[in-house]
């Protein structure tokens, strides 16, 4: 069994090229970092005889069928073409468009920001505020996270695009926690891939160096870290519990307990992030929250992200089988969004909105699939409704200039 988990270890190395497909400062190696972390801590929690046999077996699995989708659907994908679509799909947006939307992105930030100073969002908070104010911060995140792509732009200098995403990630800490520094190194590795910067000594260095200190005053300022052995330890314990829902599932039988009275439909879980946009719950709380609840032996709103493995064992208990096609068909759907970003001739067709959409999720979401496919498509969704509240903005910005206009030549005449 411990080979077979080190296997799949290795089998995650092997295939990074169809996850990290520009740089490995990029969501999808962060994720990536946060699956091989979770295999790390399911086989220290076999060999210490913490779970059992078949909590391995069900994580490999899955895992694999994962692997094996991804590699279907990114199959001769070509990084090149990638690159061709983020300067095509950018260039199509003018200057004065670009500023616009970054304005209203850094105003959005400002007042979640103000709102997670009030109601205390940081740190080990903050999925409680995000909970409380989940409207906002899903518009928040999309807008962002367009923004950001918007950036790679040669219509604006660099050191306006630095000051901008600094301040930016700046007023996000007081609802946000360790990964709040993370956009920054994502411009930097996007920019590099499409060639606007050339990664030399002095960028590594800079970058190592603003990335310790940002995370010791992430560690300080919203988890209460007081001396150096504290923020190192935080470190530690933050990576190896990348997967700390095997500890929750399967150390006492958790999830063997929950099943017994948590029974929502399998597809109307699936589909709860859309659902429920109109009213329509497929539950009150989610698995990781259930499991939290059950490990803590009170209610809790939150807890551990269900990854694909304990998600398709909570419902397919023993279906080694299902679980494993299901994981298959969940690697398709969450990199076939990749695979559309490449297409030509269908970007071509998409308005300039709609491929931005696509290229931010291609950028940003696809192995969210494998550490929660609700987050996955809470992602998606938070794009789609940024992208309208982004043209409906325009639109209005446009009505108003029309009138402001009008209404001056009146007065000129």
Known sequence: MLALLLMVIFVI?????NFVYYSIASPNFFNLLTIAFSALLVTSLYTNDL?????????????????????????????????FSIINIVSKFGKSEIKYILYLNMFLITCLGLLGIAFDGSGDSRQQFARLFLPIQI??????QMSLVLLLTDKISNAYKYIYIFFCVILSIPFSGKSVFFPIFFLIGLQSFIGQIQINLKIIVGSISFFTFSFMFIAIQNYGATELEMVIDLFITRLMMSGDVYIYAYQNDFLENVRKYYNPNFIMYLIHP??????????????????????????VFTGPNPQTPVFLDFFFPNYLSVQFTLSLIMGIISFIICRIAVNKQYMIRCPKYSNLLILTAAIYLPLLGFIDFSRFIIGLISLLIAKIFIKCFLYFLKGLKSVVSQRFHIRAS
Not at 13 to 17: A, C, I, N
Not at 139 to 144: E, Y
């Open 13 to 17: 190395s092997f295939y990074s090229k």
């Open 51 to 83: 779970i059992n046999s078949y909590a391995t077996i069900v994580f490999t699995i899955n895992l694999l069928g994962y692997l094996i989708g991804v590699k279907i659907v990114t199959y001769k994908f070509s990084g090149e073409q990638f690159k």
């Open 139 to 144: 518009l928040v995140t999309g807008i962002s």
């Open 274 to 299: 859309i659902t429920s946009l109109v009213g329509l719950r497929a539950y009150d709380r989610p698995l990781g929250a259930m499991l939290g609840s059950e490990a803590s032996g009170f209610e």
